[in-house]
């Protein structure tokens, strides 16, 4: 084998391992099934909005990148599946993009049935606990 091909081979390896483990901590973090699973959507004290915002949408969509360049870089076969990979990096790459804004918020589609629960309550929280601030620098 030659140097470029081998360099290639460990790279869409690399890659593809990322990506998986992306998708992993993807489906992990979204089932919530255990208490270290649900942490990142937060609690009453605060929410975590860079662990939030990466577990919906960041980490799912840096999976998919690195799946898509590693079947790009993948030699004799990558120049034709990046012809289907590349739109779908794209794609994906202006969904990270928004996930990392912010400012902008995500639509509860993008949130597990069992997290939007919590959102409202860690809202209605925050707000009792913004309103009792506001009253005690009235006085």
Same mark, same amino acid.
Request: proline content about 5%; hydrophobic content about 50%.
């Given at each position: 084998? !030659?140097?470029?091909? &081998? %360099?290639?081979?460990?790279?869409?390896?690399?890659? &593809? =391992?990322?990506? $998986? /483990?992306?998708?992993?901590? %993807?489906?992990?973090?979204? @089932?919530?099934? !255990?208490?270290?699973? @649900?942490?990142?959507?937060?609690?009453? /004290?605060?929410?975590? *909005?860079?662990?939030?915002?990466?577990?919906?949408?960041?980490?799912?969509?840096?999976?998919?990148?690195?799946?898509?360049?590693?079947?790009?870089?993948?030699? $004799? $076969?990558?120049?034709? =599946?990046?012809?289907? &990979? *590349? +739109?779908?990096?794209? =794609? !994906? /790459?202006?969904?990270? *993009?928004?996930?990392?804004?912010?400012?902008?918020?995500?639509?509860?589609?993008?949130? +597990?049935?069992?997290?939007?629960?919590?959102?409202? @309550?860690?809202?209605?929280?925050?707000?009792?606990?913004?309103?009792? /601030?506001?009253?005690? @620098?009235?006085?």
């Amino acid at each position: 084998m !030659s140097d470029q091909l &081998t %360099t290639r081979l460990l790279v869409a390896a690399g890659l &593809t =391992l990322v990506g $998986v /483990f992306c998708l992993a901590y %993807t489906a992990w973090a979204r @089932r919530g099934r !255990s208490e270290r699973a @649900r942490a990142w959507m937060g609690s009453e /004290f605060g929410e975590r *909005l860079r662990d939030e915002r990466w577990a919906v949408l960041g980490a799912p969509m840096f999976g998919v990148m690195c799946l898509c360049f590693a079947a790009f870089v993948a030699p $004799v $076969v990558g120049i034709y =599946l990046g012809l289907v &990979t *590349l +739109p779908l990096a794209a =794609l !994906s /790459f202006v969904l990270f *993009l928004w996930a990392m804004m912010y400012f902008i918020p995500l639509p509860d589609l993008f949130y +597990p049935r069992w997290d939007r629960p919590l959102r409202e @309550r860690n809202r209605r929280v925050e707000a009792a606990w913004k309103q009792e /601030f506001r009253r005690r @620098r009235g006085r």
